[in-house]
């Protein structure tokens, strides 16, 4: 198990658009790994590779059903909305309420580099918008509709 740095907000790899990943090199696949294990030692449910400093198109993303490798992720389709906390790795012990689309639909490449598409709702859509959004440069504080709050969790209420 090995564990990256996770950049916090303020940091100026956060703000950078990220380049395509060509093809999956062993270095990229120790990068999916170390990626898996630091989202979930963070207890987090989605991780952008510029989150542990590497500007490449890649996320992974684990709701509770089982990891999903993304690389040069795309959203092709969306509809209706949601609106709920979000959180993230690169600003702990905090939350927003962000407004996303309930439905998307995504083509990406998985770990073997074998082309997918998938479609999400409800904690997978936003999971899925959330870290393309990193991987745009762009962090969830940029569409918080109020104040960040303090982040409340299941197993403290």
């Not at 989202?39 to 999903?68: E, H, S, T």
Request: hydrophobic share 40%; charged share 30%.
């Amino acid at each position: 198990m090995a564990l990256r740095n996770i950049r916090q907000m303020g940091d100026e790899m956060l703000k950078k658009k990220c380049r395509e990943v060509k093809e999956m090199t062993p270095k990229m696949k120790q990068l999916v790994d170390d990626m898996l294990d630091t989202m979930y030692d963070g207890n987090g449910v989605g991780l952008a590779a510029p989150q542990v400093g590497i500007l490449r198109r890649l996320a992974v993303v684990d709701i509770g059903d089982g990891p999903i490798v993304m690389i040069n992720p795309r959203i092709v389709a969306s509809r209706g909305e949601q609106t709920g906390d979000e959180g993230c790795l690169s600003l702990p012990g905090k939350a927003g309420v962000v407004t996303r689309p309930y439905y998307v639909k995504i083509e990406a490449w998985d770990e073997d580099m074998e082309w997918y598409e998938m479609e999400a709702e409800d904690l997978l859509a936003r999971a899925f918008c959330h870290e393309i959004d990193h991987l745009d440069g762009h962090m969830y504080v940029e569409k918080i509709e109020g104040p960040l709050h303090d982040a409340v969790y299941e197993d403290e209420e």
